[in-house]
């Protein structure tokens, strides 16, 4: 009784055998079966269009069939089984099989089976991946400007990533640390919502700066979705105070100018002197200093308050007034005289005539330097201890340069002193002159406007002079011209007599008249005429 059972047992362990191994036949593939066919995965972004390709490497004649993740046939062989526009053939031959679908949504996502209906059936399954782009992110959390010192909290969001986006802070080109992504998914929908917050303490730097939230997710390219937000910070003014020049001059007008570099602009400013009030001739004209008339009671060291309402803050500048420029107070103090005369035999080497050193001679002798400044004395001594005038010196100095004028009165009024001749002595080269303004020396080469004023005067008398006398010269030649001509004239003006009309002042008619002029002599050689 026992072996029906043992029996029966055997039966059923060889029956379970042969269902096992027929079911994992069916899962296996075989990478040299011909028959077997080829799938791939895809990935794809929400609206875009995935292509699904199912090949062989032979054929026997079977068809090739796709169907979608609910097994709906969507194509057998080139035949259309389901009514959707979105899905085209793209290829149909023995050995491959290509679809494809358009506009693809989320819910397109899942796996799709290739089929060729074999003995046994053979099957190949591609997965199609839908990506949710992100939207583009949003900033949050900044309204209105931040006072200088404040801190700023910004929120970044995303949504409809599938997978979740990744958030990225920037401060123009610099990457910021911001807070961790939070992600959310979205209730009956496959996508997700991302969020990060950025925490920054702003200073007035950050006035105008751009603030960059940026998504990176595997449907975008890098960069391609990102949003910026422009600080506005508050804060109180730095002020600094401009001058007009660098040189303030007294007896000038000049102006002081209050700049105030805050957030918002400065509404008022005020003035002050440290140590001490402004001058009554200082006016203050909001931003502006301005000073009708310096002096040197304006030194000193002022001070500029600028208030934008956020705060105050104070600027100085150091007030010097210099000297003035008086171009009337050139120091002419010495006067050179560069000319080197050629000496007569009987004068001695170093005296010229008229010039001597003699103390009993009323001509000066020309010295090197001859002191012609405004604050010397009305009067000078001379090195022998004669006293002369600056006037005298000048006019010395003025016959020295112009020795061909004549002596002034106060060069001539001495009996012994004789008028220098100069007709033997080398042409005199220009003197050079000393200027002395403002303690430094110069020299000219031409010290024709440094000579003395008389001397100068005279000079352009000759001059009109000399003009005068050439007139007076041309008109006395075109008189006699005019004479000449009129002479001329006079004495070739008559009346002039034709060959016929000769004798007949003798003749009682016309035809002794004729026989007159001929001279009474018929066969008489003819008289040419001329006519003038």
Known sequence: MAFPSALSALW????????????????????????????????????????????VAESDNSSLQWSNTAQQTLYFGEKRALRDNRIQLHRSTPTELSITIAEVQLSDEGEYTCSIFTMPVRTARATVTVLGEPSKPQITGFENPVLEGGTVILTCTSTGSKPPASLHWYRGEEELKGGPNVVESVPDDPTYNVSSELTLEVSREDDNTLITCAVNHSSLNPGDKRTEQALRVLYSPNVQIQPQSTLPREGEKFRLQCLGDGNPEPMSYSWKKKDGELSLLAKADGALLLFEMLNKSDNGVYLCNADNGIGMSQGEYTLLVQDPVNPDSLDVTTLSLGFSPSLPSSSPPDVLPGFGSDPTSSAPSPPDLVSTSSPSPASSTAPSGTTTSKSSTATSLSNNLFPDLPLSPDSSSSPSAAPPSYSSLAPTPTPSVSIQLNGVYTFADDAVDNADPTAMSTSSGVDHAVIGGVVAVIVFILLCLLIVLGRYLIRHKGTYLTHEAKGSDDAPDADTAIINAEGGHSGAEDKKEYFI
């Open 12 to 55: 059923s362990a060889s029956l379970l055998t042969v269902l096992f191994a027929s079911v994992v036949r069916s899962n296996i593939v075989y990478d040299d079966d011909p028959l077997q066919p080829v799938t791939s995965d895809e990935m794809v972004s929400v609206g875009g269009t995935v292509t699904l390709t199912c090949r």
